[in-house]
Structure formats: C-alpha cells, structure tokens
C-alpha cells in the first residue's frame, strides 16, 4: 500500500533501524555515570552530537537533543523571549507557521505579550520586506519556517535572517520538513527539528541556540542537555535520529531530483485528469517532495477515506489541524481552495509505478465522492428567470454550500447575484476560492440572522 504521508511522518529509515537495535544493546547506561557502561553511553550520545550539529551546521555544544520537534520549537521560543525580556515582549511569526510555533506565540500573547503575524502571498511564502517591516525596537524574537509543512513552500530566510541580524533581532527557523533534503540558510540564531520527519525514530527534537544568543530556560532547572531538555535522554533513539540524519542528507541530492519529477508529473497531471482543482503552494521554491491541491464540490475527509480504500496514505492539509472543523490555517493564510484538499507527500524510495498508479485511480474516486454530493457535472444551462437568489446553506457543511451556488448561478442573468447563507467556517474561503476558480465576482460577506450572507455576481 503506497505511503504519501512523509510530511507527517516518514518511514524509519533502513540506518535508523539498525542504529535503533545496536544502541538498545550498547546505549543503556546513564550517560552521566563515570563507570564503563555510562562512558560508552557518553561515547554514544557525544557522537550523536557531532553528527547532528554536523547536519545542521552548528557547533556541538549550541545543539540540544529534545522529547520532539514541538518540544524543542516551544522551549526555543520560551527561552529566547525570556532571554531577551529586557528589550522587549513583541513577538514576530509568518501566518503559516507550524501550530507548535503559533500555540506557542499564544501562550505568549495570553501572558502579556504581543505578537504580529507577517502575511503570506497566494503560493505561501513572506515577503522579506514585509518581515523587515513588521520588526521594532521591541520585538524580542522572530520566528520563520524553512519550508511549509502543508504546500511544501520554501521561505525567503536567508533574507529574513539579514533583515533580523540589521535590526538586532533573534531569528528561530522551525526546519522540521527541511533538514532531510539541505542545510538551513545561515543567518538562523535559533533551530528547531524533529527526527521522525527525515526517517529517524519519533520522540526526538533538535534545538539549537547560537553562542551569543541570549535565552533562559524556563521551567525547573535540570542537569541534562545543558538543562534545557530535562530528563534521562532517550539515547538509542537519538543515536538512531543522528545516523539516520547522516544517511538521508547524503542520499538528498540524488533522491530530491528524482522526487521532483515525480511531483512534478503529479502537477501537471492532476488539473488535466480531474476537472476544477487548484494545484497550491509554489511551483518552483519548494520542497521536492510535496504536492497539495485542492478539488471542488468534495469533502476532504470522505476523499481521503475513498484513497485509503483504494490503497493510499494521503492527508488533508495539516495533520495538526485536520481532526478539527476548521480550514486550515495555512490555506485560509494563503487565500486558497480549502475544500477537497489533499496533500501528497513522497517518501525516499517512492516508485514511478506507484505515482501512475495514483493518477489513474484519482479522478474515478473524485468523480464517486462528487456524484454522492450531487455536484454539478457541468455548468447549468436553464435560462435566466431572476436578479438575484438566496441559497440557504445553514447547517451544512463545506463543500454543499458552494456546491448549492454551482447549482443556481446560471439561474441570474450576468450582473445578477446569489447570496449563499451559511454558518460553516470553511464557506468564508471556499466561495471567494469557487469565485476566482470559476471567474465570478466576490462581492463580500454580510450579516444574517444566523451565520454570514456571502454574496456572488455573475459575470460568465
């Protein structure tokens, strides 16, 4: 059964594994023991060490082995804005970070402090300018992802990095989707990572914190990873994480060309073979191995059950938030297609024959979901009998209120209008969304008794 999850979490690399065994046998003494078993410990993780700061182009002594990735991004910023209390509270995040980096910046927010988000474009990325714009003399610490977890979008952060090392202020990289494929920018005061992404065992975080970088660790103090991880360290696992690390970076440059053409089949193909879907995120500055795009008149979580039974791991947008009832985050950020959104991430090893085989069952299981729907096939053909109409989508939930829309719009002349009522969240981004797609006018969002009043000019 194909796998096209790793954004989620990639499969444990073959290196892992056998790290993972001979650790268990030589790596179960506390590393801090002076006696034989507990120098071997220490000769382990030391090793670990230098490999993983190797990887992330950092000096042994800045790098922390953490519980997780979300472990690590929360210490980081918690540190750094308690480090730097004296210049300021001011926090700066983009729109689109990981939901460890925004629930952090609430949490901050929450206790005082101020937090501002800097904007994305359409494909996902922050403009450098608007970054710069967004420091002042306040602002304790900024916080920029390498690559975005959902669309696979490369940010600027090496111009990022410039604009923060001008204004004085810290810059923390959340390099969990990026650190498998190359090295973070340099510019970075602080790093964070998380092994499961790359193919090493979960359970364990990469904090790094430059010399010269001020930061407190907050919490009760402890005597392990330079007391900014407390707790016995999970040494198999982080000598599994480093190996592995080693492995997938020297693998990298080979594997990314021969994934981007894969994905890039997949961009190309998908809008030929599957009418009204928006391929998202950048096409060009992006990780090798991610594609997300989104379909019209279909429930995600109804598709990706459809792809699972038909023998493939998908996901829809973020794997953080799709338990919930809102639009993901990134793509409400980013102005796109929420609806119908899948996410493909390729693992290491992914075949040619698996991805043909991805697109020839997509657009039958697509075509099943929006026929059970009821979507419109095509656009409607009855004549024009009024101005305007009134679609009430109250109670239901996306994508039957665009679905509903479809269905009338060729019931207005041009210049008439249909105003959709609907209380699903998702319906605030799936029309203007449906209204760029089908080349409509958005005229704007009303009040109504109950929800909102979403009004569309005909214009095709």
């Known amino acids: 059964m194909p796998y096209f ?235 599994a994480a480093a190996a592995s690390l080693r492995a997938v970076r020297a693998e990298a440059a080979a594997e990314s060309v021969r994934l981007r053409a894969l994905v890039d089949r997949i961009r190309a193909r998908v809008p030929q073979l599957v009418p009204d879907v928006e391929v998202v995120g950048d096409p060009v500055r992006r990780l090798p191995h991610l594609v997300t795009f989104s379909c019209l008149y279909v429930d995600g979580e109804t598709l990706l059950h459809e792809l699972d039974r038909a023998e493939f791991s998908v996901s829809s947008g973020s794997s953080c938030t799709s338990s919930t009832l809102t639009p993901s985050h990134v793509l409400r950020a980013m102005g796109v297609l929420s609806e119908g959104n899948v996410r493909v991430s390729l693992p290491v090893g992914t075949t040619d024959e698996e991805v043909e085989r991805f697109l020839d069952v997509l657009p039958r299981v697509v075509a099943e979901v929006r026929e059970r729907l009821g979507a419109p096939v095509s656009a409607p053909l009855s004549p024009a009998v009024t101005a305007s109409l009134v679609v009430d989508a109250l109670g239901k939930r996306c994508p039957v209120p665009v679905i509903e829309l479809a269905k009338v719009i060729g019931e207005v002349p041009l210049g008439g209008t249909v105003t959709v009522l609907s209380d699903d969240e998702a319906a605030r981004l799936d029309i203007p969304a449906w209204c760029a797609m089908r080349e409509q006018e958005y005229v704007g969002e009303e009040p109504a008794d109950r929800g909102s009043a979403y009004v569309v000019r005909r214009l095709t």
């Open 5 to 239: 999850d790793a954004a989620s979490s990639a499969p444990l690399h073959p290196v892992a594994r056998q790290a993972l065994l001979a650790a268990l046998d030589e790596g179960w003494a506390d590393p801090a023991r002076l006696y034989r078993e507990g120098r071997r410990a220490r000769l382990l993780l030391d090793a670990a060490r230098e490999t993983a700061a190797e990887a992330v182009e950092c000096r042994p002594d800045e790098l922390t082995f953490t519980p997780s990735g979300t472990q690590a991004v929360h210490s980081g910023i918690s540190g750094a804005l308690a480090g730097r209390r004296r210049t300021g509270r001011h926090l700066v995040v983009s729109a689109v970070e990981h939901s460890s980096v925004l629930h952090s910046a609430a949490t901050h927010e929450a206790r005082g402090g101020s937090v501002f988000e800097v904007a994305v474009d359409r494909s996902g990325a922050v403009s450098a300018a608007a970054y710069a714009d967004a420091l002042r003399e306040d602002t304790a610490l900024a916080c920029l992802q390498s690559a975005n977890h959902e669309v696979g979008t490369e940010q600027p952060v090496a111009e990022v990095a410039e604009a923060c090392r001008a204004a004085g202020v810290p810059l923390l990289v959340d390099a969990a989707q990026s650190l498998g494929w190359r090295p973070v920018p340099d510019g970075w005061s602080l790093l964070a990572a998380s092994a499961h992404k790359w193919g090493g065992p979960s359970g364990v975080g990469l904090l790094a914190v430059r010399k010269g970088v001020r930061f407190a660790t907050q919490g009760p103090a402890d005597e392990r990873e330079s007391g900014r991880a407390a707790g016995f360290e999970n040494l198999p696992a982080i000598v």
